[in-house]
């Protein structure tokens, strides 16, 4: 049994190996062009909100305590805590999704989703459509004409902000959609733990999905960071 | 090997601990630390991330207590990574006539 179970850790932490790459890729992609286009990338970085992303930091780093939680119960042999914990983890999961969900509606509202109508001017525009108005309208006016005298125009500005933002949806729709895959493994891992299977003998799937679960819990921990937070000074 | 069992105690003390990152990285997001050092900024960014990631690793994902043949292949996914991140970096850096 002790064999099986390391076994199936070690598999486990393979597939993973194979997931850093495939997010590193990414990362790499974005690091290259964000040196490439800096003035622009920072702007483009300004207008996503700080507050949703720490929000959502909080959240999932709390998603991750009560999945550790859940392994816990499971190993110690409290069955009905394992369902609760589980239950906290996919509540949490979800709150995350959805307050990306009205991320992306903002987004969607401020033109800032690459292809389809993008303009990173729509806003300084069109002010009523984005709440600006008074300060915040002039600083966003002011800082706009400073980078378009930068970069040498209006449509380079929104060439390379469009790259900025299919990263932006790019990295964090992969990540959404682990997240997806990890909540539908947590809808099942309830349901399984209703039924009293995990116990201190077999634990086996909390124990791997949670490996999973954190997982993705460190990729938003590198995103925050990268998109959200190094240009706000 | 017998299974370790992490405590609830020690979970919730990196839990606080990662929530005290979490607000000194946005803090330290607010101030132009690139007044001293160009990318400080940056710099403080990732090793405060790297700080929070190493702790999940370590004690969320139990890597700490893992067998020695689970901490390899963690440090192989890793050592992989760096492979791809640092030797494309210094390809792009040393390029001269590629200014874009």
Redesign the interface.
Same mark, same amino acid.
């Given at each position: 049994m002790?064999q099986q179970?390391?076994s199936a850790?070690?598999g486990m932490? =393979?597939f /993973?190996?194979t997931e850093?790459?495939f997010f590193?890729?990414l990362?790499?992609t974005y690091?290259?062009n964000r040196?490439?286009y800096a003035q622009v990338f920072a702007v483009s970085s300004r207008t996503i909100v /700080?507050k949703w992303g720490?929000i959502n930091?909080?959240v999932l =780093?709390?998603s991750? /305590?009560t999945?550790?939680?859940s392994v816990?119960s499971a190993?110690?042999g409290k069955k009905k805590l394992v369902t609760i914990f589980l239950i906290l983890t996919l509540v949490l999961g979800t709150v995350f999704l959805g307050i990306k969900a009205v991320e992306y509606h903002d987004k969607y509202v401020e033109h800032h989703i690459p292809g389809l109508n993008f303009d990173m001017y729509y806003c300084i525009d069109n002010p009523s459509a984005c709440d600006l108005s008074g300060k915040a309208l002039e600083a966003e006016k002011a800082e706009l004409e400073d980078l378009t005298d930068k970069v040498g125009g209006s449509v380079a500005v929104n060439a390379h902000s469009q790259l900025f933002f299919s990263l932006y949806f790019g990295m964090t729709g992969l990540h959404a959609l682990h997240m997806i895959v990890g909540a539908s493994l947590l809808i099942w891992l309830t349901k399984e733990s209703f039924k009293g299977r995990f116990t201190p003998e077999y634990n086996t799937p909390v124990e791997n999905i949670?490996?999973y679960w954190?997982?993705v !819990?460190?990729v938003w921990?590198?995103l925050?960071?990268?998109l959200?937070?190094? !240009?706000?000074? | 090997? @017998?299974?370790h069992?992490? @405590?609830?105690k020690l979970?919730?003390l990196?839990?606080v601990t *990662?929530?005290v990152f979490?607000g000194t +990285?946005?803090y330290a997001? +607010?101030?132009? *630390?690139?007044q001293y050092f160009a990318g400080l900024?940056?710099i403080v960014?990732?090793v405060?991330?790297t700080c929070?990631?190493t702790l999940?690793?370590l004690?969320?994902?139990h890597a700490y207590y @893992? +067998?020695k043949?689970?901490q390899l292949?963690?440090i192989?996914?890793?050592f992989?990574?760096a492979i791809?991140?640092f030797m494309?970096?210094g390809d792009?850096a040393s390029r001269p006539w590629d200014t874009?």
């Open positions: 002790e179970k390391e850790t070690l932490w =393979i /993973l190996a850093i790459l590193g890729g990362f790499l690091t290259i040196h490439t /700080l720490a930091t909080v =780093i709390g991750s /305590l999945m550790a939680m816990w190993q110690v949670g490996l954190h997982f !819990d460190i921990i590198y925050f960071p990268l959200y937070l190094i !240009d706000r000074h | 090997m @017998s299974e069992i992490v @405590s609830p979970y919730i990196i839990f *990662l929530m979490t +990285t946005v997001a +607010t101030v132009d *630390l690139n900024n940056v960014a990732l405060i991330a929070k990631a999940v690793v004690f969320f994902m @893992s +067998t043949r689970t292949i963690i192989a996914g890793v992989w990574l791809m991140l494309t970096l792009y874009h």
